[in-house]
């Protein structure tokens, strides 16, 4: 008996669709100042509330499923209309208490349902609402994340096109710069980052930690490398960028020189990847170009520094792991110290004559004096491509016996 009235209810209300479809449309445009014309137009939104009406009645009805593919359709709709999602769901709140308005207003004036069916008509009514606003929501989602997606894609394509330093024209660069957000005159500059391993980004939500400081930037991530373009309005922006990317470095990091045309990306990012070369292999350092010339001489030839290696140093590389490391690194201490025993004794925890011996040990088995301008150049030079190539394990570390 209860069916058979509220599908009476339904049929009637039915009948009545288009009225109620443009009392709707009316209410929500009124209700969502989000709604206006140029944005959803008349004819969308009444076709929205028509099948809305039509398949909450049909499925009041009991005689017909509900069609929640219709309400998915309307949420990517919305979603490429950037209708934003709290106003879709107001203007669905304000359809569905118009709904049940009609719904009761029906009951009363024509008595096809007493009470107790209306309150059975109701549960069954706001049943059929929430499966019609999730697919909604859903559809709403789906077709944001495919928009989100296609964005990074595009915006990755071009970083990619860039850093390659393909030929475009003024008009291509302009497209670029106005697709990856940012202005398209420089300063810019390149981060060319060690990843920790393949396919794990080197420096993780770094575009969002950058905006936070008003720093526009645009990434790609490479199987070895995570490269960024990175727009500099102030000088001060490249101190930011270094603090930034300290902060969260897991390997070694290049800063290229400033540029001023995108179209000299892929000029900038070789730098980069030899500033990044230029910090020693395995650590954290974050090298920018401009500031490290030595580090950048050394990396920028690799195959010329690993004969100066083998001229310089050759003789203490032979030596014994534990002794090698003993005098290359009260080296790179008396370097660091500014040429002062004193102040590399204190970073080793160690007496300054203990320093001066090793020092001579160096001077001996290489020839080169630390007293000679020639001398120290070479052997920084050479400890400095030392430190930035990577050593391949010994037996010790990897556990093999001899």
């Known amino acids: ?18 009225e109620l479809t443009k009392e709707m449309a009316a209410r929500i445009r009124a209700g969502s100042r989000a709604y206006h014309y140029d944005v959803v137009p008349e004819e969308d939104l009444e076709d929205a509330c028509r099948i809305h009406v039509g398949n909450a009645l049909q499925a009041l009805t009991g005689q017909v499923p509900l069609d929640t593919g219709a309400a998915a359709d309307i949420g990517r709709r919305r979603a490429a209309q950037n209708v934003p999602l709290p106003s879709v769901m107001t203007a669905y709140r304000v359809g569905v208490r118009y709904f049940w308005e009609a719904v009761v207003e029906e009951a009363t004036t024509t008595s096809l349902v007493d009470n107790d069916i209306l309150v059975s008509a109701a549960s069954a009514m706001w049943e059929i609402q929430d499966g019609i606003t999730e697919a909604m929501v859903s559809g709403y989602h789906e077709a944001v994340a495919g928009r989100l997606l296609a964005g990074d894609q595009e915006r990755s394509a071009l970083v990619e096109a860039l850093l390659e330093g393909r030929s475009m024209d003024a008009d291509a660069v302009w497209s670029a710069a106005e697709v990856l957000d940012v202005p398209h005159k ?19 939500d770094i575009a969002a930690v950058l905006a936070r400081r008003g720093i526009r ?33 897991e390997r070694r990091v290049g800063v290229s020189p400033s540029y001023g045309d995108l179209s000299r990306t892929g000029d900038a990012l070789r730098f980069a990847k030899v500033a990044m070369r230029g910090g020693d292999a395995g650590s954290t350092a974050v090298t920018v170009f401009d500031d490290s010339p030595v580090a950048v001489a050394t990396a920028g030839a690799p195959d010329v520094m690993a004969r100066v290696v083998a001229k310089v140093l050759g003789p203490v590389e032979a030596l014994p792991a534990d002794e090698r490391a003993l005098l290359l690194d009260t080296l790179e201490a008396w370097f660091d110290s500014g040429g002062s025993a004193e102040e590399a004794a204190k970073v080793l925890y160690v007496h300054p004559n203990t320093v001066r011996t090793r020092l001579r040990r160096i001077t001996e088995r290489t020839g080169r004096s630390l007293s000679d301008p020639r001398g120290i150049t070479e052997l920084s030079l050479a400890l400095r491509a030392v430190r930035q190539t990577p050593r391949p394990p010994t037996s010790e570390s990897t556990g093999a016996e001899d």
Do not use: C, Y
């Open 1 to 18: 008996m209860v069916d058979k009235e509220i599908n009476a209810l339904a049929t009637a209300l039915l009948e009545r669709i288009d």
């Open 217 to 249: 930037s645009a990434w790609r991530l490479r199987p070895e490398l995570q490269l960024g373009i990175v727009h500099l309005r102030t000088p001060r922006d490249l101190d930011d960028l270094v603090e930034v990317v300290r902060e969260h470095a």
């Open 186 to 204: 420089g300063p810019f500059t390149v981060v060319a980052a060690e990843v920790p391993r393949i396919g794990r980004r080197a420096l993780p």
